[in-house]
C-alpha cells in the first residue's frame, strides 16, 4: 500500500468538567483513513467487534459527562494499527482477527508499518501522555479509568461470556477490589476479576502511561450487548458512574 500523508484525526478529547479524574477508551472507533478503502473489509464486518470496542466510546463519553471528568477517544480502528500493543507485537497491525483475514494487512512492507506507527500509533500515545501530565498538575491524587468492551462470544465459541462487566487490574489491586464489590452488590453485576482478558499478563497502554507514575487506576470490560445503543449506554453508566465516584472517597 501507498504511503500517503493524512490529516486524520487520532484522537479526540473531551471536557466533562474538572473532577478529578480522566477516561480514555483506546478502541473506541472503527475509522479507517479513506485511503485505506476500509482495509478491504465491507462496512458490516469493520462495524463487528473486530473493528473497534462496540458501545465503549459512548460508554466512556456517558460516564465522563455523568462525573464531570476529562476524557480522550482513539479516532481510528484497532485494526489499522492496534493502540493497545507494543510496537513489537506481532499483532501490532493483525492480519486476521477472531478468524477473519483483514486484506488491508496482509503481506505488509516494513516502510508501512513505520509509516502507521509514525502517523497513529505514536500520535495518539503521545496525546495520552500529555493528557495525563494534566490531570496530574491538576488534581494530587486523579483516578485513571480506561474504557474497553467486549464481545459476548467469540468467534467458534460454544458458551456465552458469563460476566457483565470485567475489572483488570495489575498494580492498583485495592481500586479494582472496591469497584468488583460495588458492582456486585449495587449494580447487580456478575463481574470478572481479571476476566476475560487478565492485565498482570498484558494492558499495554495502562503499562506504558500509568501504571509508571502511580496513580490510582482502573480497566473496564464490559459486555457488548449491555452498551449496544444509547438508552443501554445511560442505564449501565447509570451503575458504573457511581460506582467509580465512590473510589475518590478517601
Known amino acids: 500500500m501507498a504511503l500517503f500523508m493524512t490529516e486524520f484525526p487520532v484522537s479526540r478529547s473531551f471536557d466533562g468538567g474538572d473532577a478529578p479524574v480522566f477516561i480514555f477508551v483506546d478502541h473506541a472507533s472503527n475509522a479507517v483513513p479513506p485511503a485505506y478503502d476500509d482495509l478491504g473489509l465491507p462496512a458490516d464486518i469493520l462495524a463487528t467487534h473486530i473493528g473497534w470496542d462496540i ?117 492498583d489491586e485495592d481500586s479494582a477490589q472496591k469497584l468488583m464489590q460495588r458492582l456486585r452488590e449495587d449494580a447487580g453485576y456478575t463481574v470478572g476479576d481479571n476476566q476475560p482478558y487478565d492485565a498482570r499478563v498484558f494492558n499495554y497502554s495502562v503499562d506504558r502511561h500509568v501504571g509508571p507514575r502511580g496513580l490510582r487506576h482502573v480497566t473496564l470490560e464490559v459486555r457488548q450487548d449491555l452498551v449496544s445503543n444509547e438508552a443501554d449506554v445511560d442505564r449501565v453508566a447509570g451503575k458504573l458512574g457511581p460506582a467509580l465516584t465512590s473510589l475518590l472517597a478517601k
Open 55 to 171: 458501545g465503549a466510546g459512548a460508554l466512556g463519553l456517558a460516564l465522563a459527562k455523568r462525573m464531570q471528568a476529562k476524557a480522550l477517544f482513539c479516532q481510528f480502528s484497532r485494526l489499522l494499527i492496534d493502540p493497545n500493543r507494543p510496537l513489537d507485537k506481532p499483532d501490532l497491525v493483525p492480519s486476521e482477527a477472531d478468524r477473519i483475514p483483514i486484506p488491508g494487512n496482509q503481506d505488509m512492507q516494513a516502510a508501512e508499518r513505520h509509516h502507521r506507527i509514525e502517523s497513529f500509533h505514536q500520535p495518539y500515545h503521545e496525546q495520552l501522555e500529555l493528557a495525563l501530565d494534566q490531570i496530574c498538575r491538576d488534581h494530587q491524587d486523579p483516578l485513571i479509568v480506561s474504557v474497553h468492551s467486549f464481545t459476548p462470544r467469540l468467534l467458534g465459541d460454544a458458551q456465552m461470556r458469563p460476566w457483565h462487566v470485567g475489572l483488570l487490574w495489575r498494580e
